[in-house]
Structure formats: C-alpha cells, structure tokens
T-cell receptor, first 115, second 116 residues
Framework: AQSVTQLGSHVSVSEGALVLLRCNYS??????LFWYVQYPNQGLQLLLK????ATLVKGINGFEAEFKKSETSFHLTKPSAHMSDAAEYFC?????????????WGLGTSLAVNP | NAGVTQTPKFRVLKTGQSMTLLCAQD?????MYWYRQDPGMGLRLIHY???????AKGEVPDGYNVSRLKKQNFLLGLESAAPSQTSVYFC???????????????FGPGTRLTVL
C-alpha cells in the first residue's frame, strides 16, 4: 500500500531563512508525488508535482522539491522564506496501485515565518 | 474563469437535518471530488466522479450521497446530519488525463459545516 509521511507537523523559520519541509513516501510502484499549499481559510493549490520526468521539480513561489528514490523522499525547499509563505503544506502520492482514483495525503505541515 | 466554486461557505445544522452542498467548475474538467478536512486527519476522499452521470465511493462515503447530473456540477448531500460530520468540506476538479493519476486538482474555497 502507498503512504505518505510528513515529518514535523509544525515548522517555524525566520524570514529569509531556508525552508525545508520533509515528505517520505512508501510505494510499491514508481510514485507520482505532489505538494499542495493551503493558505488560511482557503482551498488547496498545487505547488509542484513529480511525474517521473526530471527529479528536481520547480514550482510556484520559488519552491522546489527533489525526488530521491534511494531515500524515498520528496522534500520541499525554498532558499529564502517570506512572510507570505506562512501556510499549511501537504504532500501527496497518487494511488497508482489502488482501485479508487485518489491522492493519498500526508497530515500536513504548518509553516510559520517569523519576522 | 471562476475556477471551482462552492455553495454555501458556512452552514450550521441540527442533528438529523439534511442539506446539499453544491460544487461548480467552469474548466470543463471530467473528474470531480469531494473531500473532508478534519484536524489531525488530513484530507479524506468522500466520493468522486470521473464524468457526467458517474459517481464512485471514496474512503469515507458513509452518510453522504452525491450526484453529477451535469458535467460542471457535483452535489454532496447529507440526508441526516450527525455531529461527526462537522468538518470543512472541499470540492476539487481535475482534467482527467492519464486516469487522473498525474492530474493537478483544483480546489474550491471550502464549506465549513457545523452539526449541533
């Protein structure tokens, strides 16, 4: 069965500091991986996705993620945090092995950015 | 384009009451989804649809029904609301290429439902 684990439910960084949000997956088939962001009182929107092309994926708002098969990881990074990055971030894997066409979601990481 | 819209934004029900949540998308997407979001539990798929006139159960379908009579609309019904259905409900849609597996899902702003 496929699964996603986000390490750290809350992460706090200073403005201008590196943002690193961790996501590890478990999958018996090559995974399709996603990062979504949810700003307060809004729906989710896609940051970036990995669909078996380049292992380093660039997304919106300066975020990027690297697919590392050997580490079963898909960590999200941004070189310099901005106050507007404060949000909830969700990692997800597409359930390629299941019957239901769904994304398997991590529990989310809340990012706080301190001035 | 409005994208994905949801009606209503907020609702308070009493136990046993019924209601329908409406989701509409103007992107001509084939696939539509209903999720619920609860603290500490992430997003859970309730029902989904891969095309007009089709629906399928997700992870947590009990207590909910859905209909997709028109391609652009996906309705979620609660026949007899229970306090356990207090949640934030999100609708999403996607193009439907590759069986939806690599799709970007586009989310609505959510409906905050409280059942007393």
């Amino acid at each position: 069965a496929q699964s996603v684990t986000q390490l750290g439910s809350h992460v706090s960084v200073s403005e201008g500091a590196l943002v690193l949000l961790r996501c590890n997956y478990s999958s018996s088939v090559p995974p399709y991986l996603f990062w979504y962001v949810q700003y307060p009182n809004q729906g989710l929107q896609l940051l970036l996705k990995y669909t078996s092309a380049a292992t380093l994926v660039k997304g919106i708002n300066g975020f990027e993620a690297e697919f590392k098969k050997s580490e079963t990881s898909f960590h999200l990074t941004k070189p310099s945090a901005h106050m507007s990055d404060a949000a909830e971030y969700f990692c997800a894997v597409s359930d390629r092995a299941g019957i239901i066409r769904k994304l398997i979601w991590g529990l989310g990481t809340s990012l706080a950015v301190n001035p | 384009n409005a994208g994905v819209t949801q009606t209503p934004k907020f609702r308070v029900l009493k136990t046993g009451q019924s209601m329908t949540l409406l989701c509409a998308q103007d992107m001509n997407h084939e696939y539509m989804y209903w999720y619920r979001q609860d603290p500490g539990m992430g997003l859970r798929l309730i029902h989904y649809s891969v095309g007009e006139g089709t629906t399928a159960k997700g992870e947590v379908p009990d207590g909910y029904n859905v209909s997709r009579l028109k391609k652009q609309n996906f309705l979620l019904g609660l026949e007899s609301a229970a306090p356990s259905q207090t949640s934030v409900y999100f609708c999403a849609s996607s193009y439907g290429a590759s069986g939806g597996l690599t799709d970007t899902q586009y989310f609505g702003p959510g409906t905050r439902l409280t059942v007393l």
